[in-house]
């Protein structure tokens, strides 16, 4: 029991969020370098063609230059355990980034200092706010010209709705960007451009010393005492509580290219962040320190390696110890399973593990038995909820383009959507197969994916729609009156539900008020 507390405390399980280009994916390579994981940073290039960052290794990623799946790194930073997850930025995908939110205990968001908030890191902000996970700001690119750094302040509280506080503050940015001084540890750090190097920390006594006027010049550092002051005037203390309750949100600055105030971001984070928290399943509430083990799957990915036709299943550890080759219940099936080979990721490369603790995201290679939100136990009876699918908001027919490979369509079609990067319904009317998707670059990615990974060619038919959604009724008459009155308009989806596929917000709104026994539903989580 010792053993399980003292591996719950060291274990700091979080995502990096934030808009497309902001730097996340630089950032996560960074902090992978402090940890010893990998020993040389990729400079990512501009022209973001040839990236060779660990995180993003799906090669439509390679060539797109942007993350589309959650990648799971894992390493060890002093006595600590670090899980980071990386989502993708893009909006396209963010139905992956909001189920990674469920399956972490806080949140680091990267802001370009140049371009300040923008809409998709609101909408993070807001998954973030509804489950009051603890949230850490680190304002990117301070060695490019940018905004005033108050000013992105102001804008963090107004737009992500939260207060901040400042840990760390710039000495000048752009050309004439000269370091950060460390007010959660007093200490001045001096910059020097490089992408593999840390730079320099200059020993200080207090904002006073002497040293500093020497370091960065008497003006900028009569500059940096009345800002420090400002910041102490006017944000609150930092305490420690109103971080972990979601309320307040520590603001560091640098520049993730050129590894500079990360360390400092990654020394505060593992001191003040959240080890894993109980989680709430529909049962009870679960703490991770209970002997038993229990976890969920929040995320399936296929083909990690192209050479092997196999799917693996992210499952983040709630309780217990996870131990390999140990029989577990899973939930919806009611089987007894065993798992000879669970792996713990450092991006693409796998390793076998014989035990994971809660925090821990373990990787179970599947065969067709997982789906996402699906939950294992010892045995006892638990369903972790929290995981929607969202309606999607474009819709395509998908053709099979070669009828000689239709059961290669057919099951990279059904692998792709165990991963949850779109929706399948079957139109009742004519049969015919719809992907729908919360955005236009996954049609894209599906059809990539298809012909690379399956040897599957597909085309899209355009398909005029408004809205998917869900209907359910307690009164059998009145679905079927539905169904029958809308049957050019009926879908089911994967696990047989009926859909009504609204063609424009008019006729759904005259749906809802003429079948008042219907409920529609928005999220697949009813």
């Given amino acids: 029991m ?8 060291r274990r700091r399980t979080f995502a990096i969020i934030s808009h497309p280009d902001a730097g996340k994916t630089t950032l996560t390579e960074k902090l992978l370098l402090f940890g010893g994981a990998i ?16 995180s993003d290794w799906m090669e439509i990623e390679k060539q797109r230059g942007i993350s589309v799946a959650t990648s799971v790194m894992g390493f060890n930073y002093g006595d600590y355990k670090i899980n980071i997850l990386d989502t993708p930025g893009h909006q396209d995908f963010a139905e992956d980034t909001y189920r990674t939110l469920t399956a972490v205990d806080s949140v680091i968001i990267v802001v370009d200092v140049a371009k ?18 603890p949230v850490i700001i680190f304002v990117n690119k301070l060695d490019r010209e940018g905004r005033d750094p108050f000013e992105i ?34 200490t001045l750090d001096l910059f020097t451009p490089d992408k593999q190097k840390v730079s320099e920390r200059v020993e200080i006594d207090s904002i006073d010393d002497p040293q500093i006027d020497e370091a960065v010049g008497e003006q900028d550092a009569a ?8 910041i102490n005037g006017v944000y609150p203390d930092f305490e420690e509580k109103d971080y972990l309750g979601g309320k307040l949100a520590p603001v560091f600055f640098g520049s993730a290219l050129n590894t500079f105030g990360v360390k400092e971001l990654l020394d505060c984070f593992v001191k003040i962040a959240p080890s894993p928290k109980p989680v709430v399943a529909q049962e009870r509430e679960v703490k991770p320190e209970e002997e038993q083990f229990s976890g969920f799957v929040f995320k399936i990915h296929a083909n990690m390696d192209p050479n092997h036709r196999s799917c693996i299943a992210f499952v ?8 390999r080759n140990a029989p577990y219940k899973h939930m919806r099936s009611g089987k007894i399973m065993k798992f000879a080979a669970p792996t713990a ?20 290679p599947d065969n067709g038995n997982f789906k996402i939100g699906d939950t294992i136990t010892q045995g006892e009876t638990l369903h972790y909820r929290g995981l929607p699918s969202f309606s999607p908001e474009m819709f395509k027919y998908i053709e099979n383009t070669d009828p000689m490979k239709s059961k290669q369509l057919d099951k990279g079609v059904q692998q792709l959507m165990d991963e949850g990067v779109a929706q399948l319904f079957t139109n009742q009317f004519n049969g015919r197969k719809i992907i729908g998707t919360v955005g236009q670059l996954q049609f894209e990615v599906i059809q990539y994916r298809l012909l690379h990974e399956y040897g599957a060619q597909c085309r899209w038919e355009p398909l005029s729609l408004y809205k998917a959604c869900w209907i359910e009724s307690d009164d059998a008459e009145a679905l079927n009156a539905f169904k029958k009155r809308k049957h050019q308009f009926m879908a089911i989806d994967r696990d047989g ?20 026994k219907i409920r529609f539903h928005f999220s697949s989580e009813y």
């Fill in 153 to 186: 302040l102001d804008e963090l509280e107004s737009e992500l709705k939260i207060s901040v506080r400042p840990l760390s503050w710039p000495i000048n940015i752009g050309a004439k960007f000269k370091g950060v001084y460390n007010l959660y540890e007093q």
């Fill in 316 to 323: 983040k550890v709630c309780s217990g110890k996870f131990e």
């Fill in 223 to 230: 500059k940096l005492r009345d800002d420090i002051e400002l």
């Fill in 497 to 516: 539900r009926d859909v009504f596929l609204a063609d424009s917000n008019y006729v759904l709104q005259m749906a809802q008020n003429d079948f008042p």
């Fill in 116 to 133: 300040g908030v923008e809409q998709q890191t609101r909408k993070l902000m807001e998954v973030c706010r509804m489950r009051n996970t």
């Fill in 2 to 9: 010792a053993k399980l507390t003292e591996e719950i405390d």
């Fill in 345 to 364: 990721f450092m991006a693409q490369k796998k390793n076998i593990v014989d035990e994971a603790f809660p925090g821990d995201i373990v990787g179970i």
């Fill in 39 to 54: 020993h040389i940073a990729g400079a990512v290039k501009s022209n973001k063609i040839k990236k060779t960052a660990t």
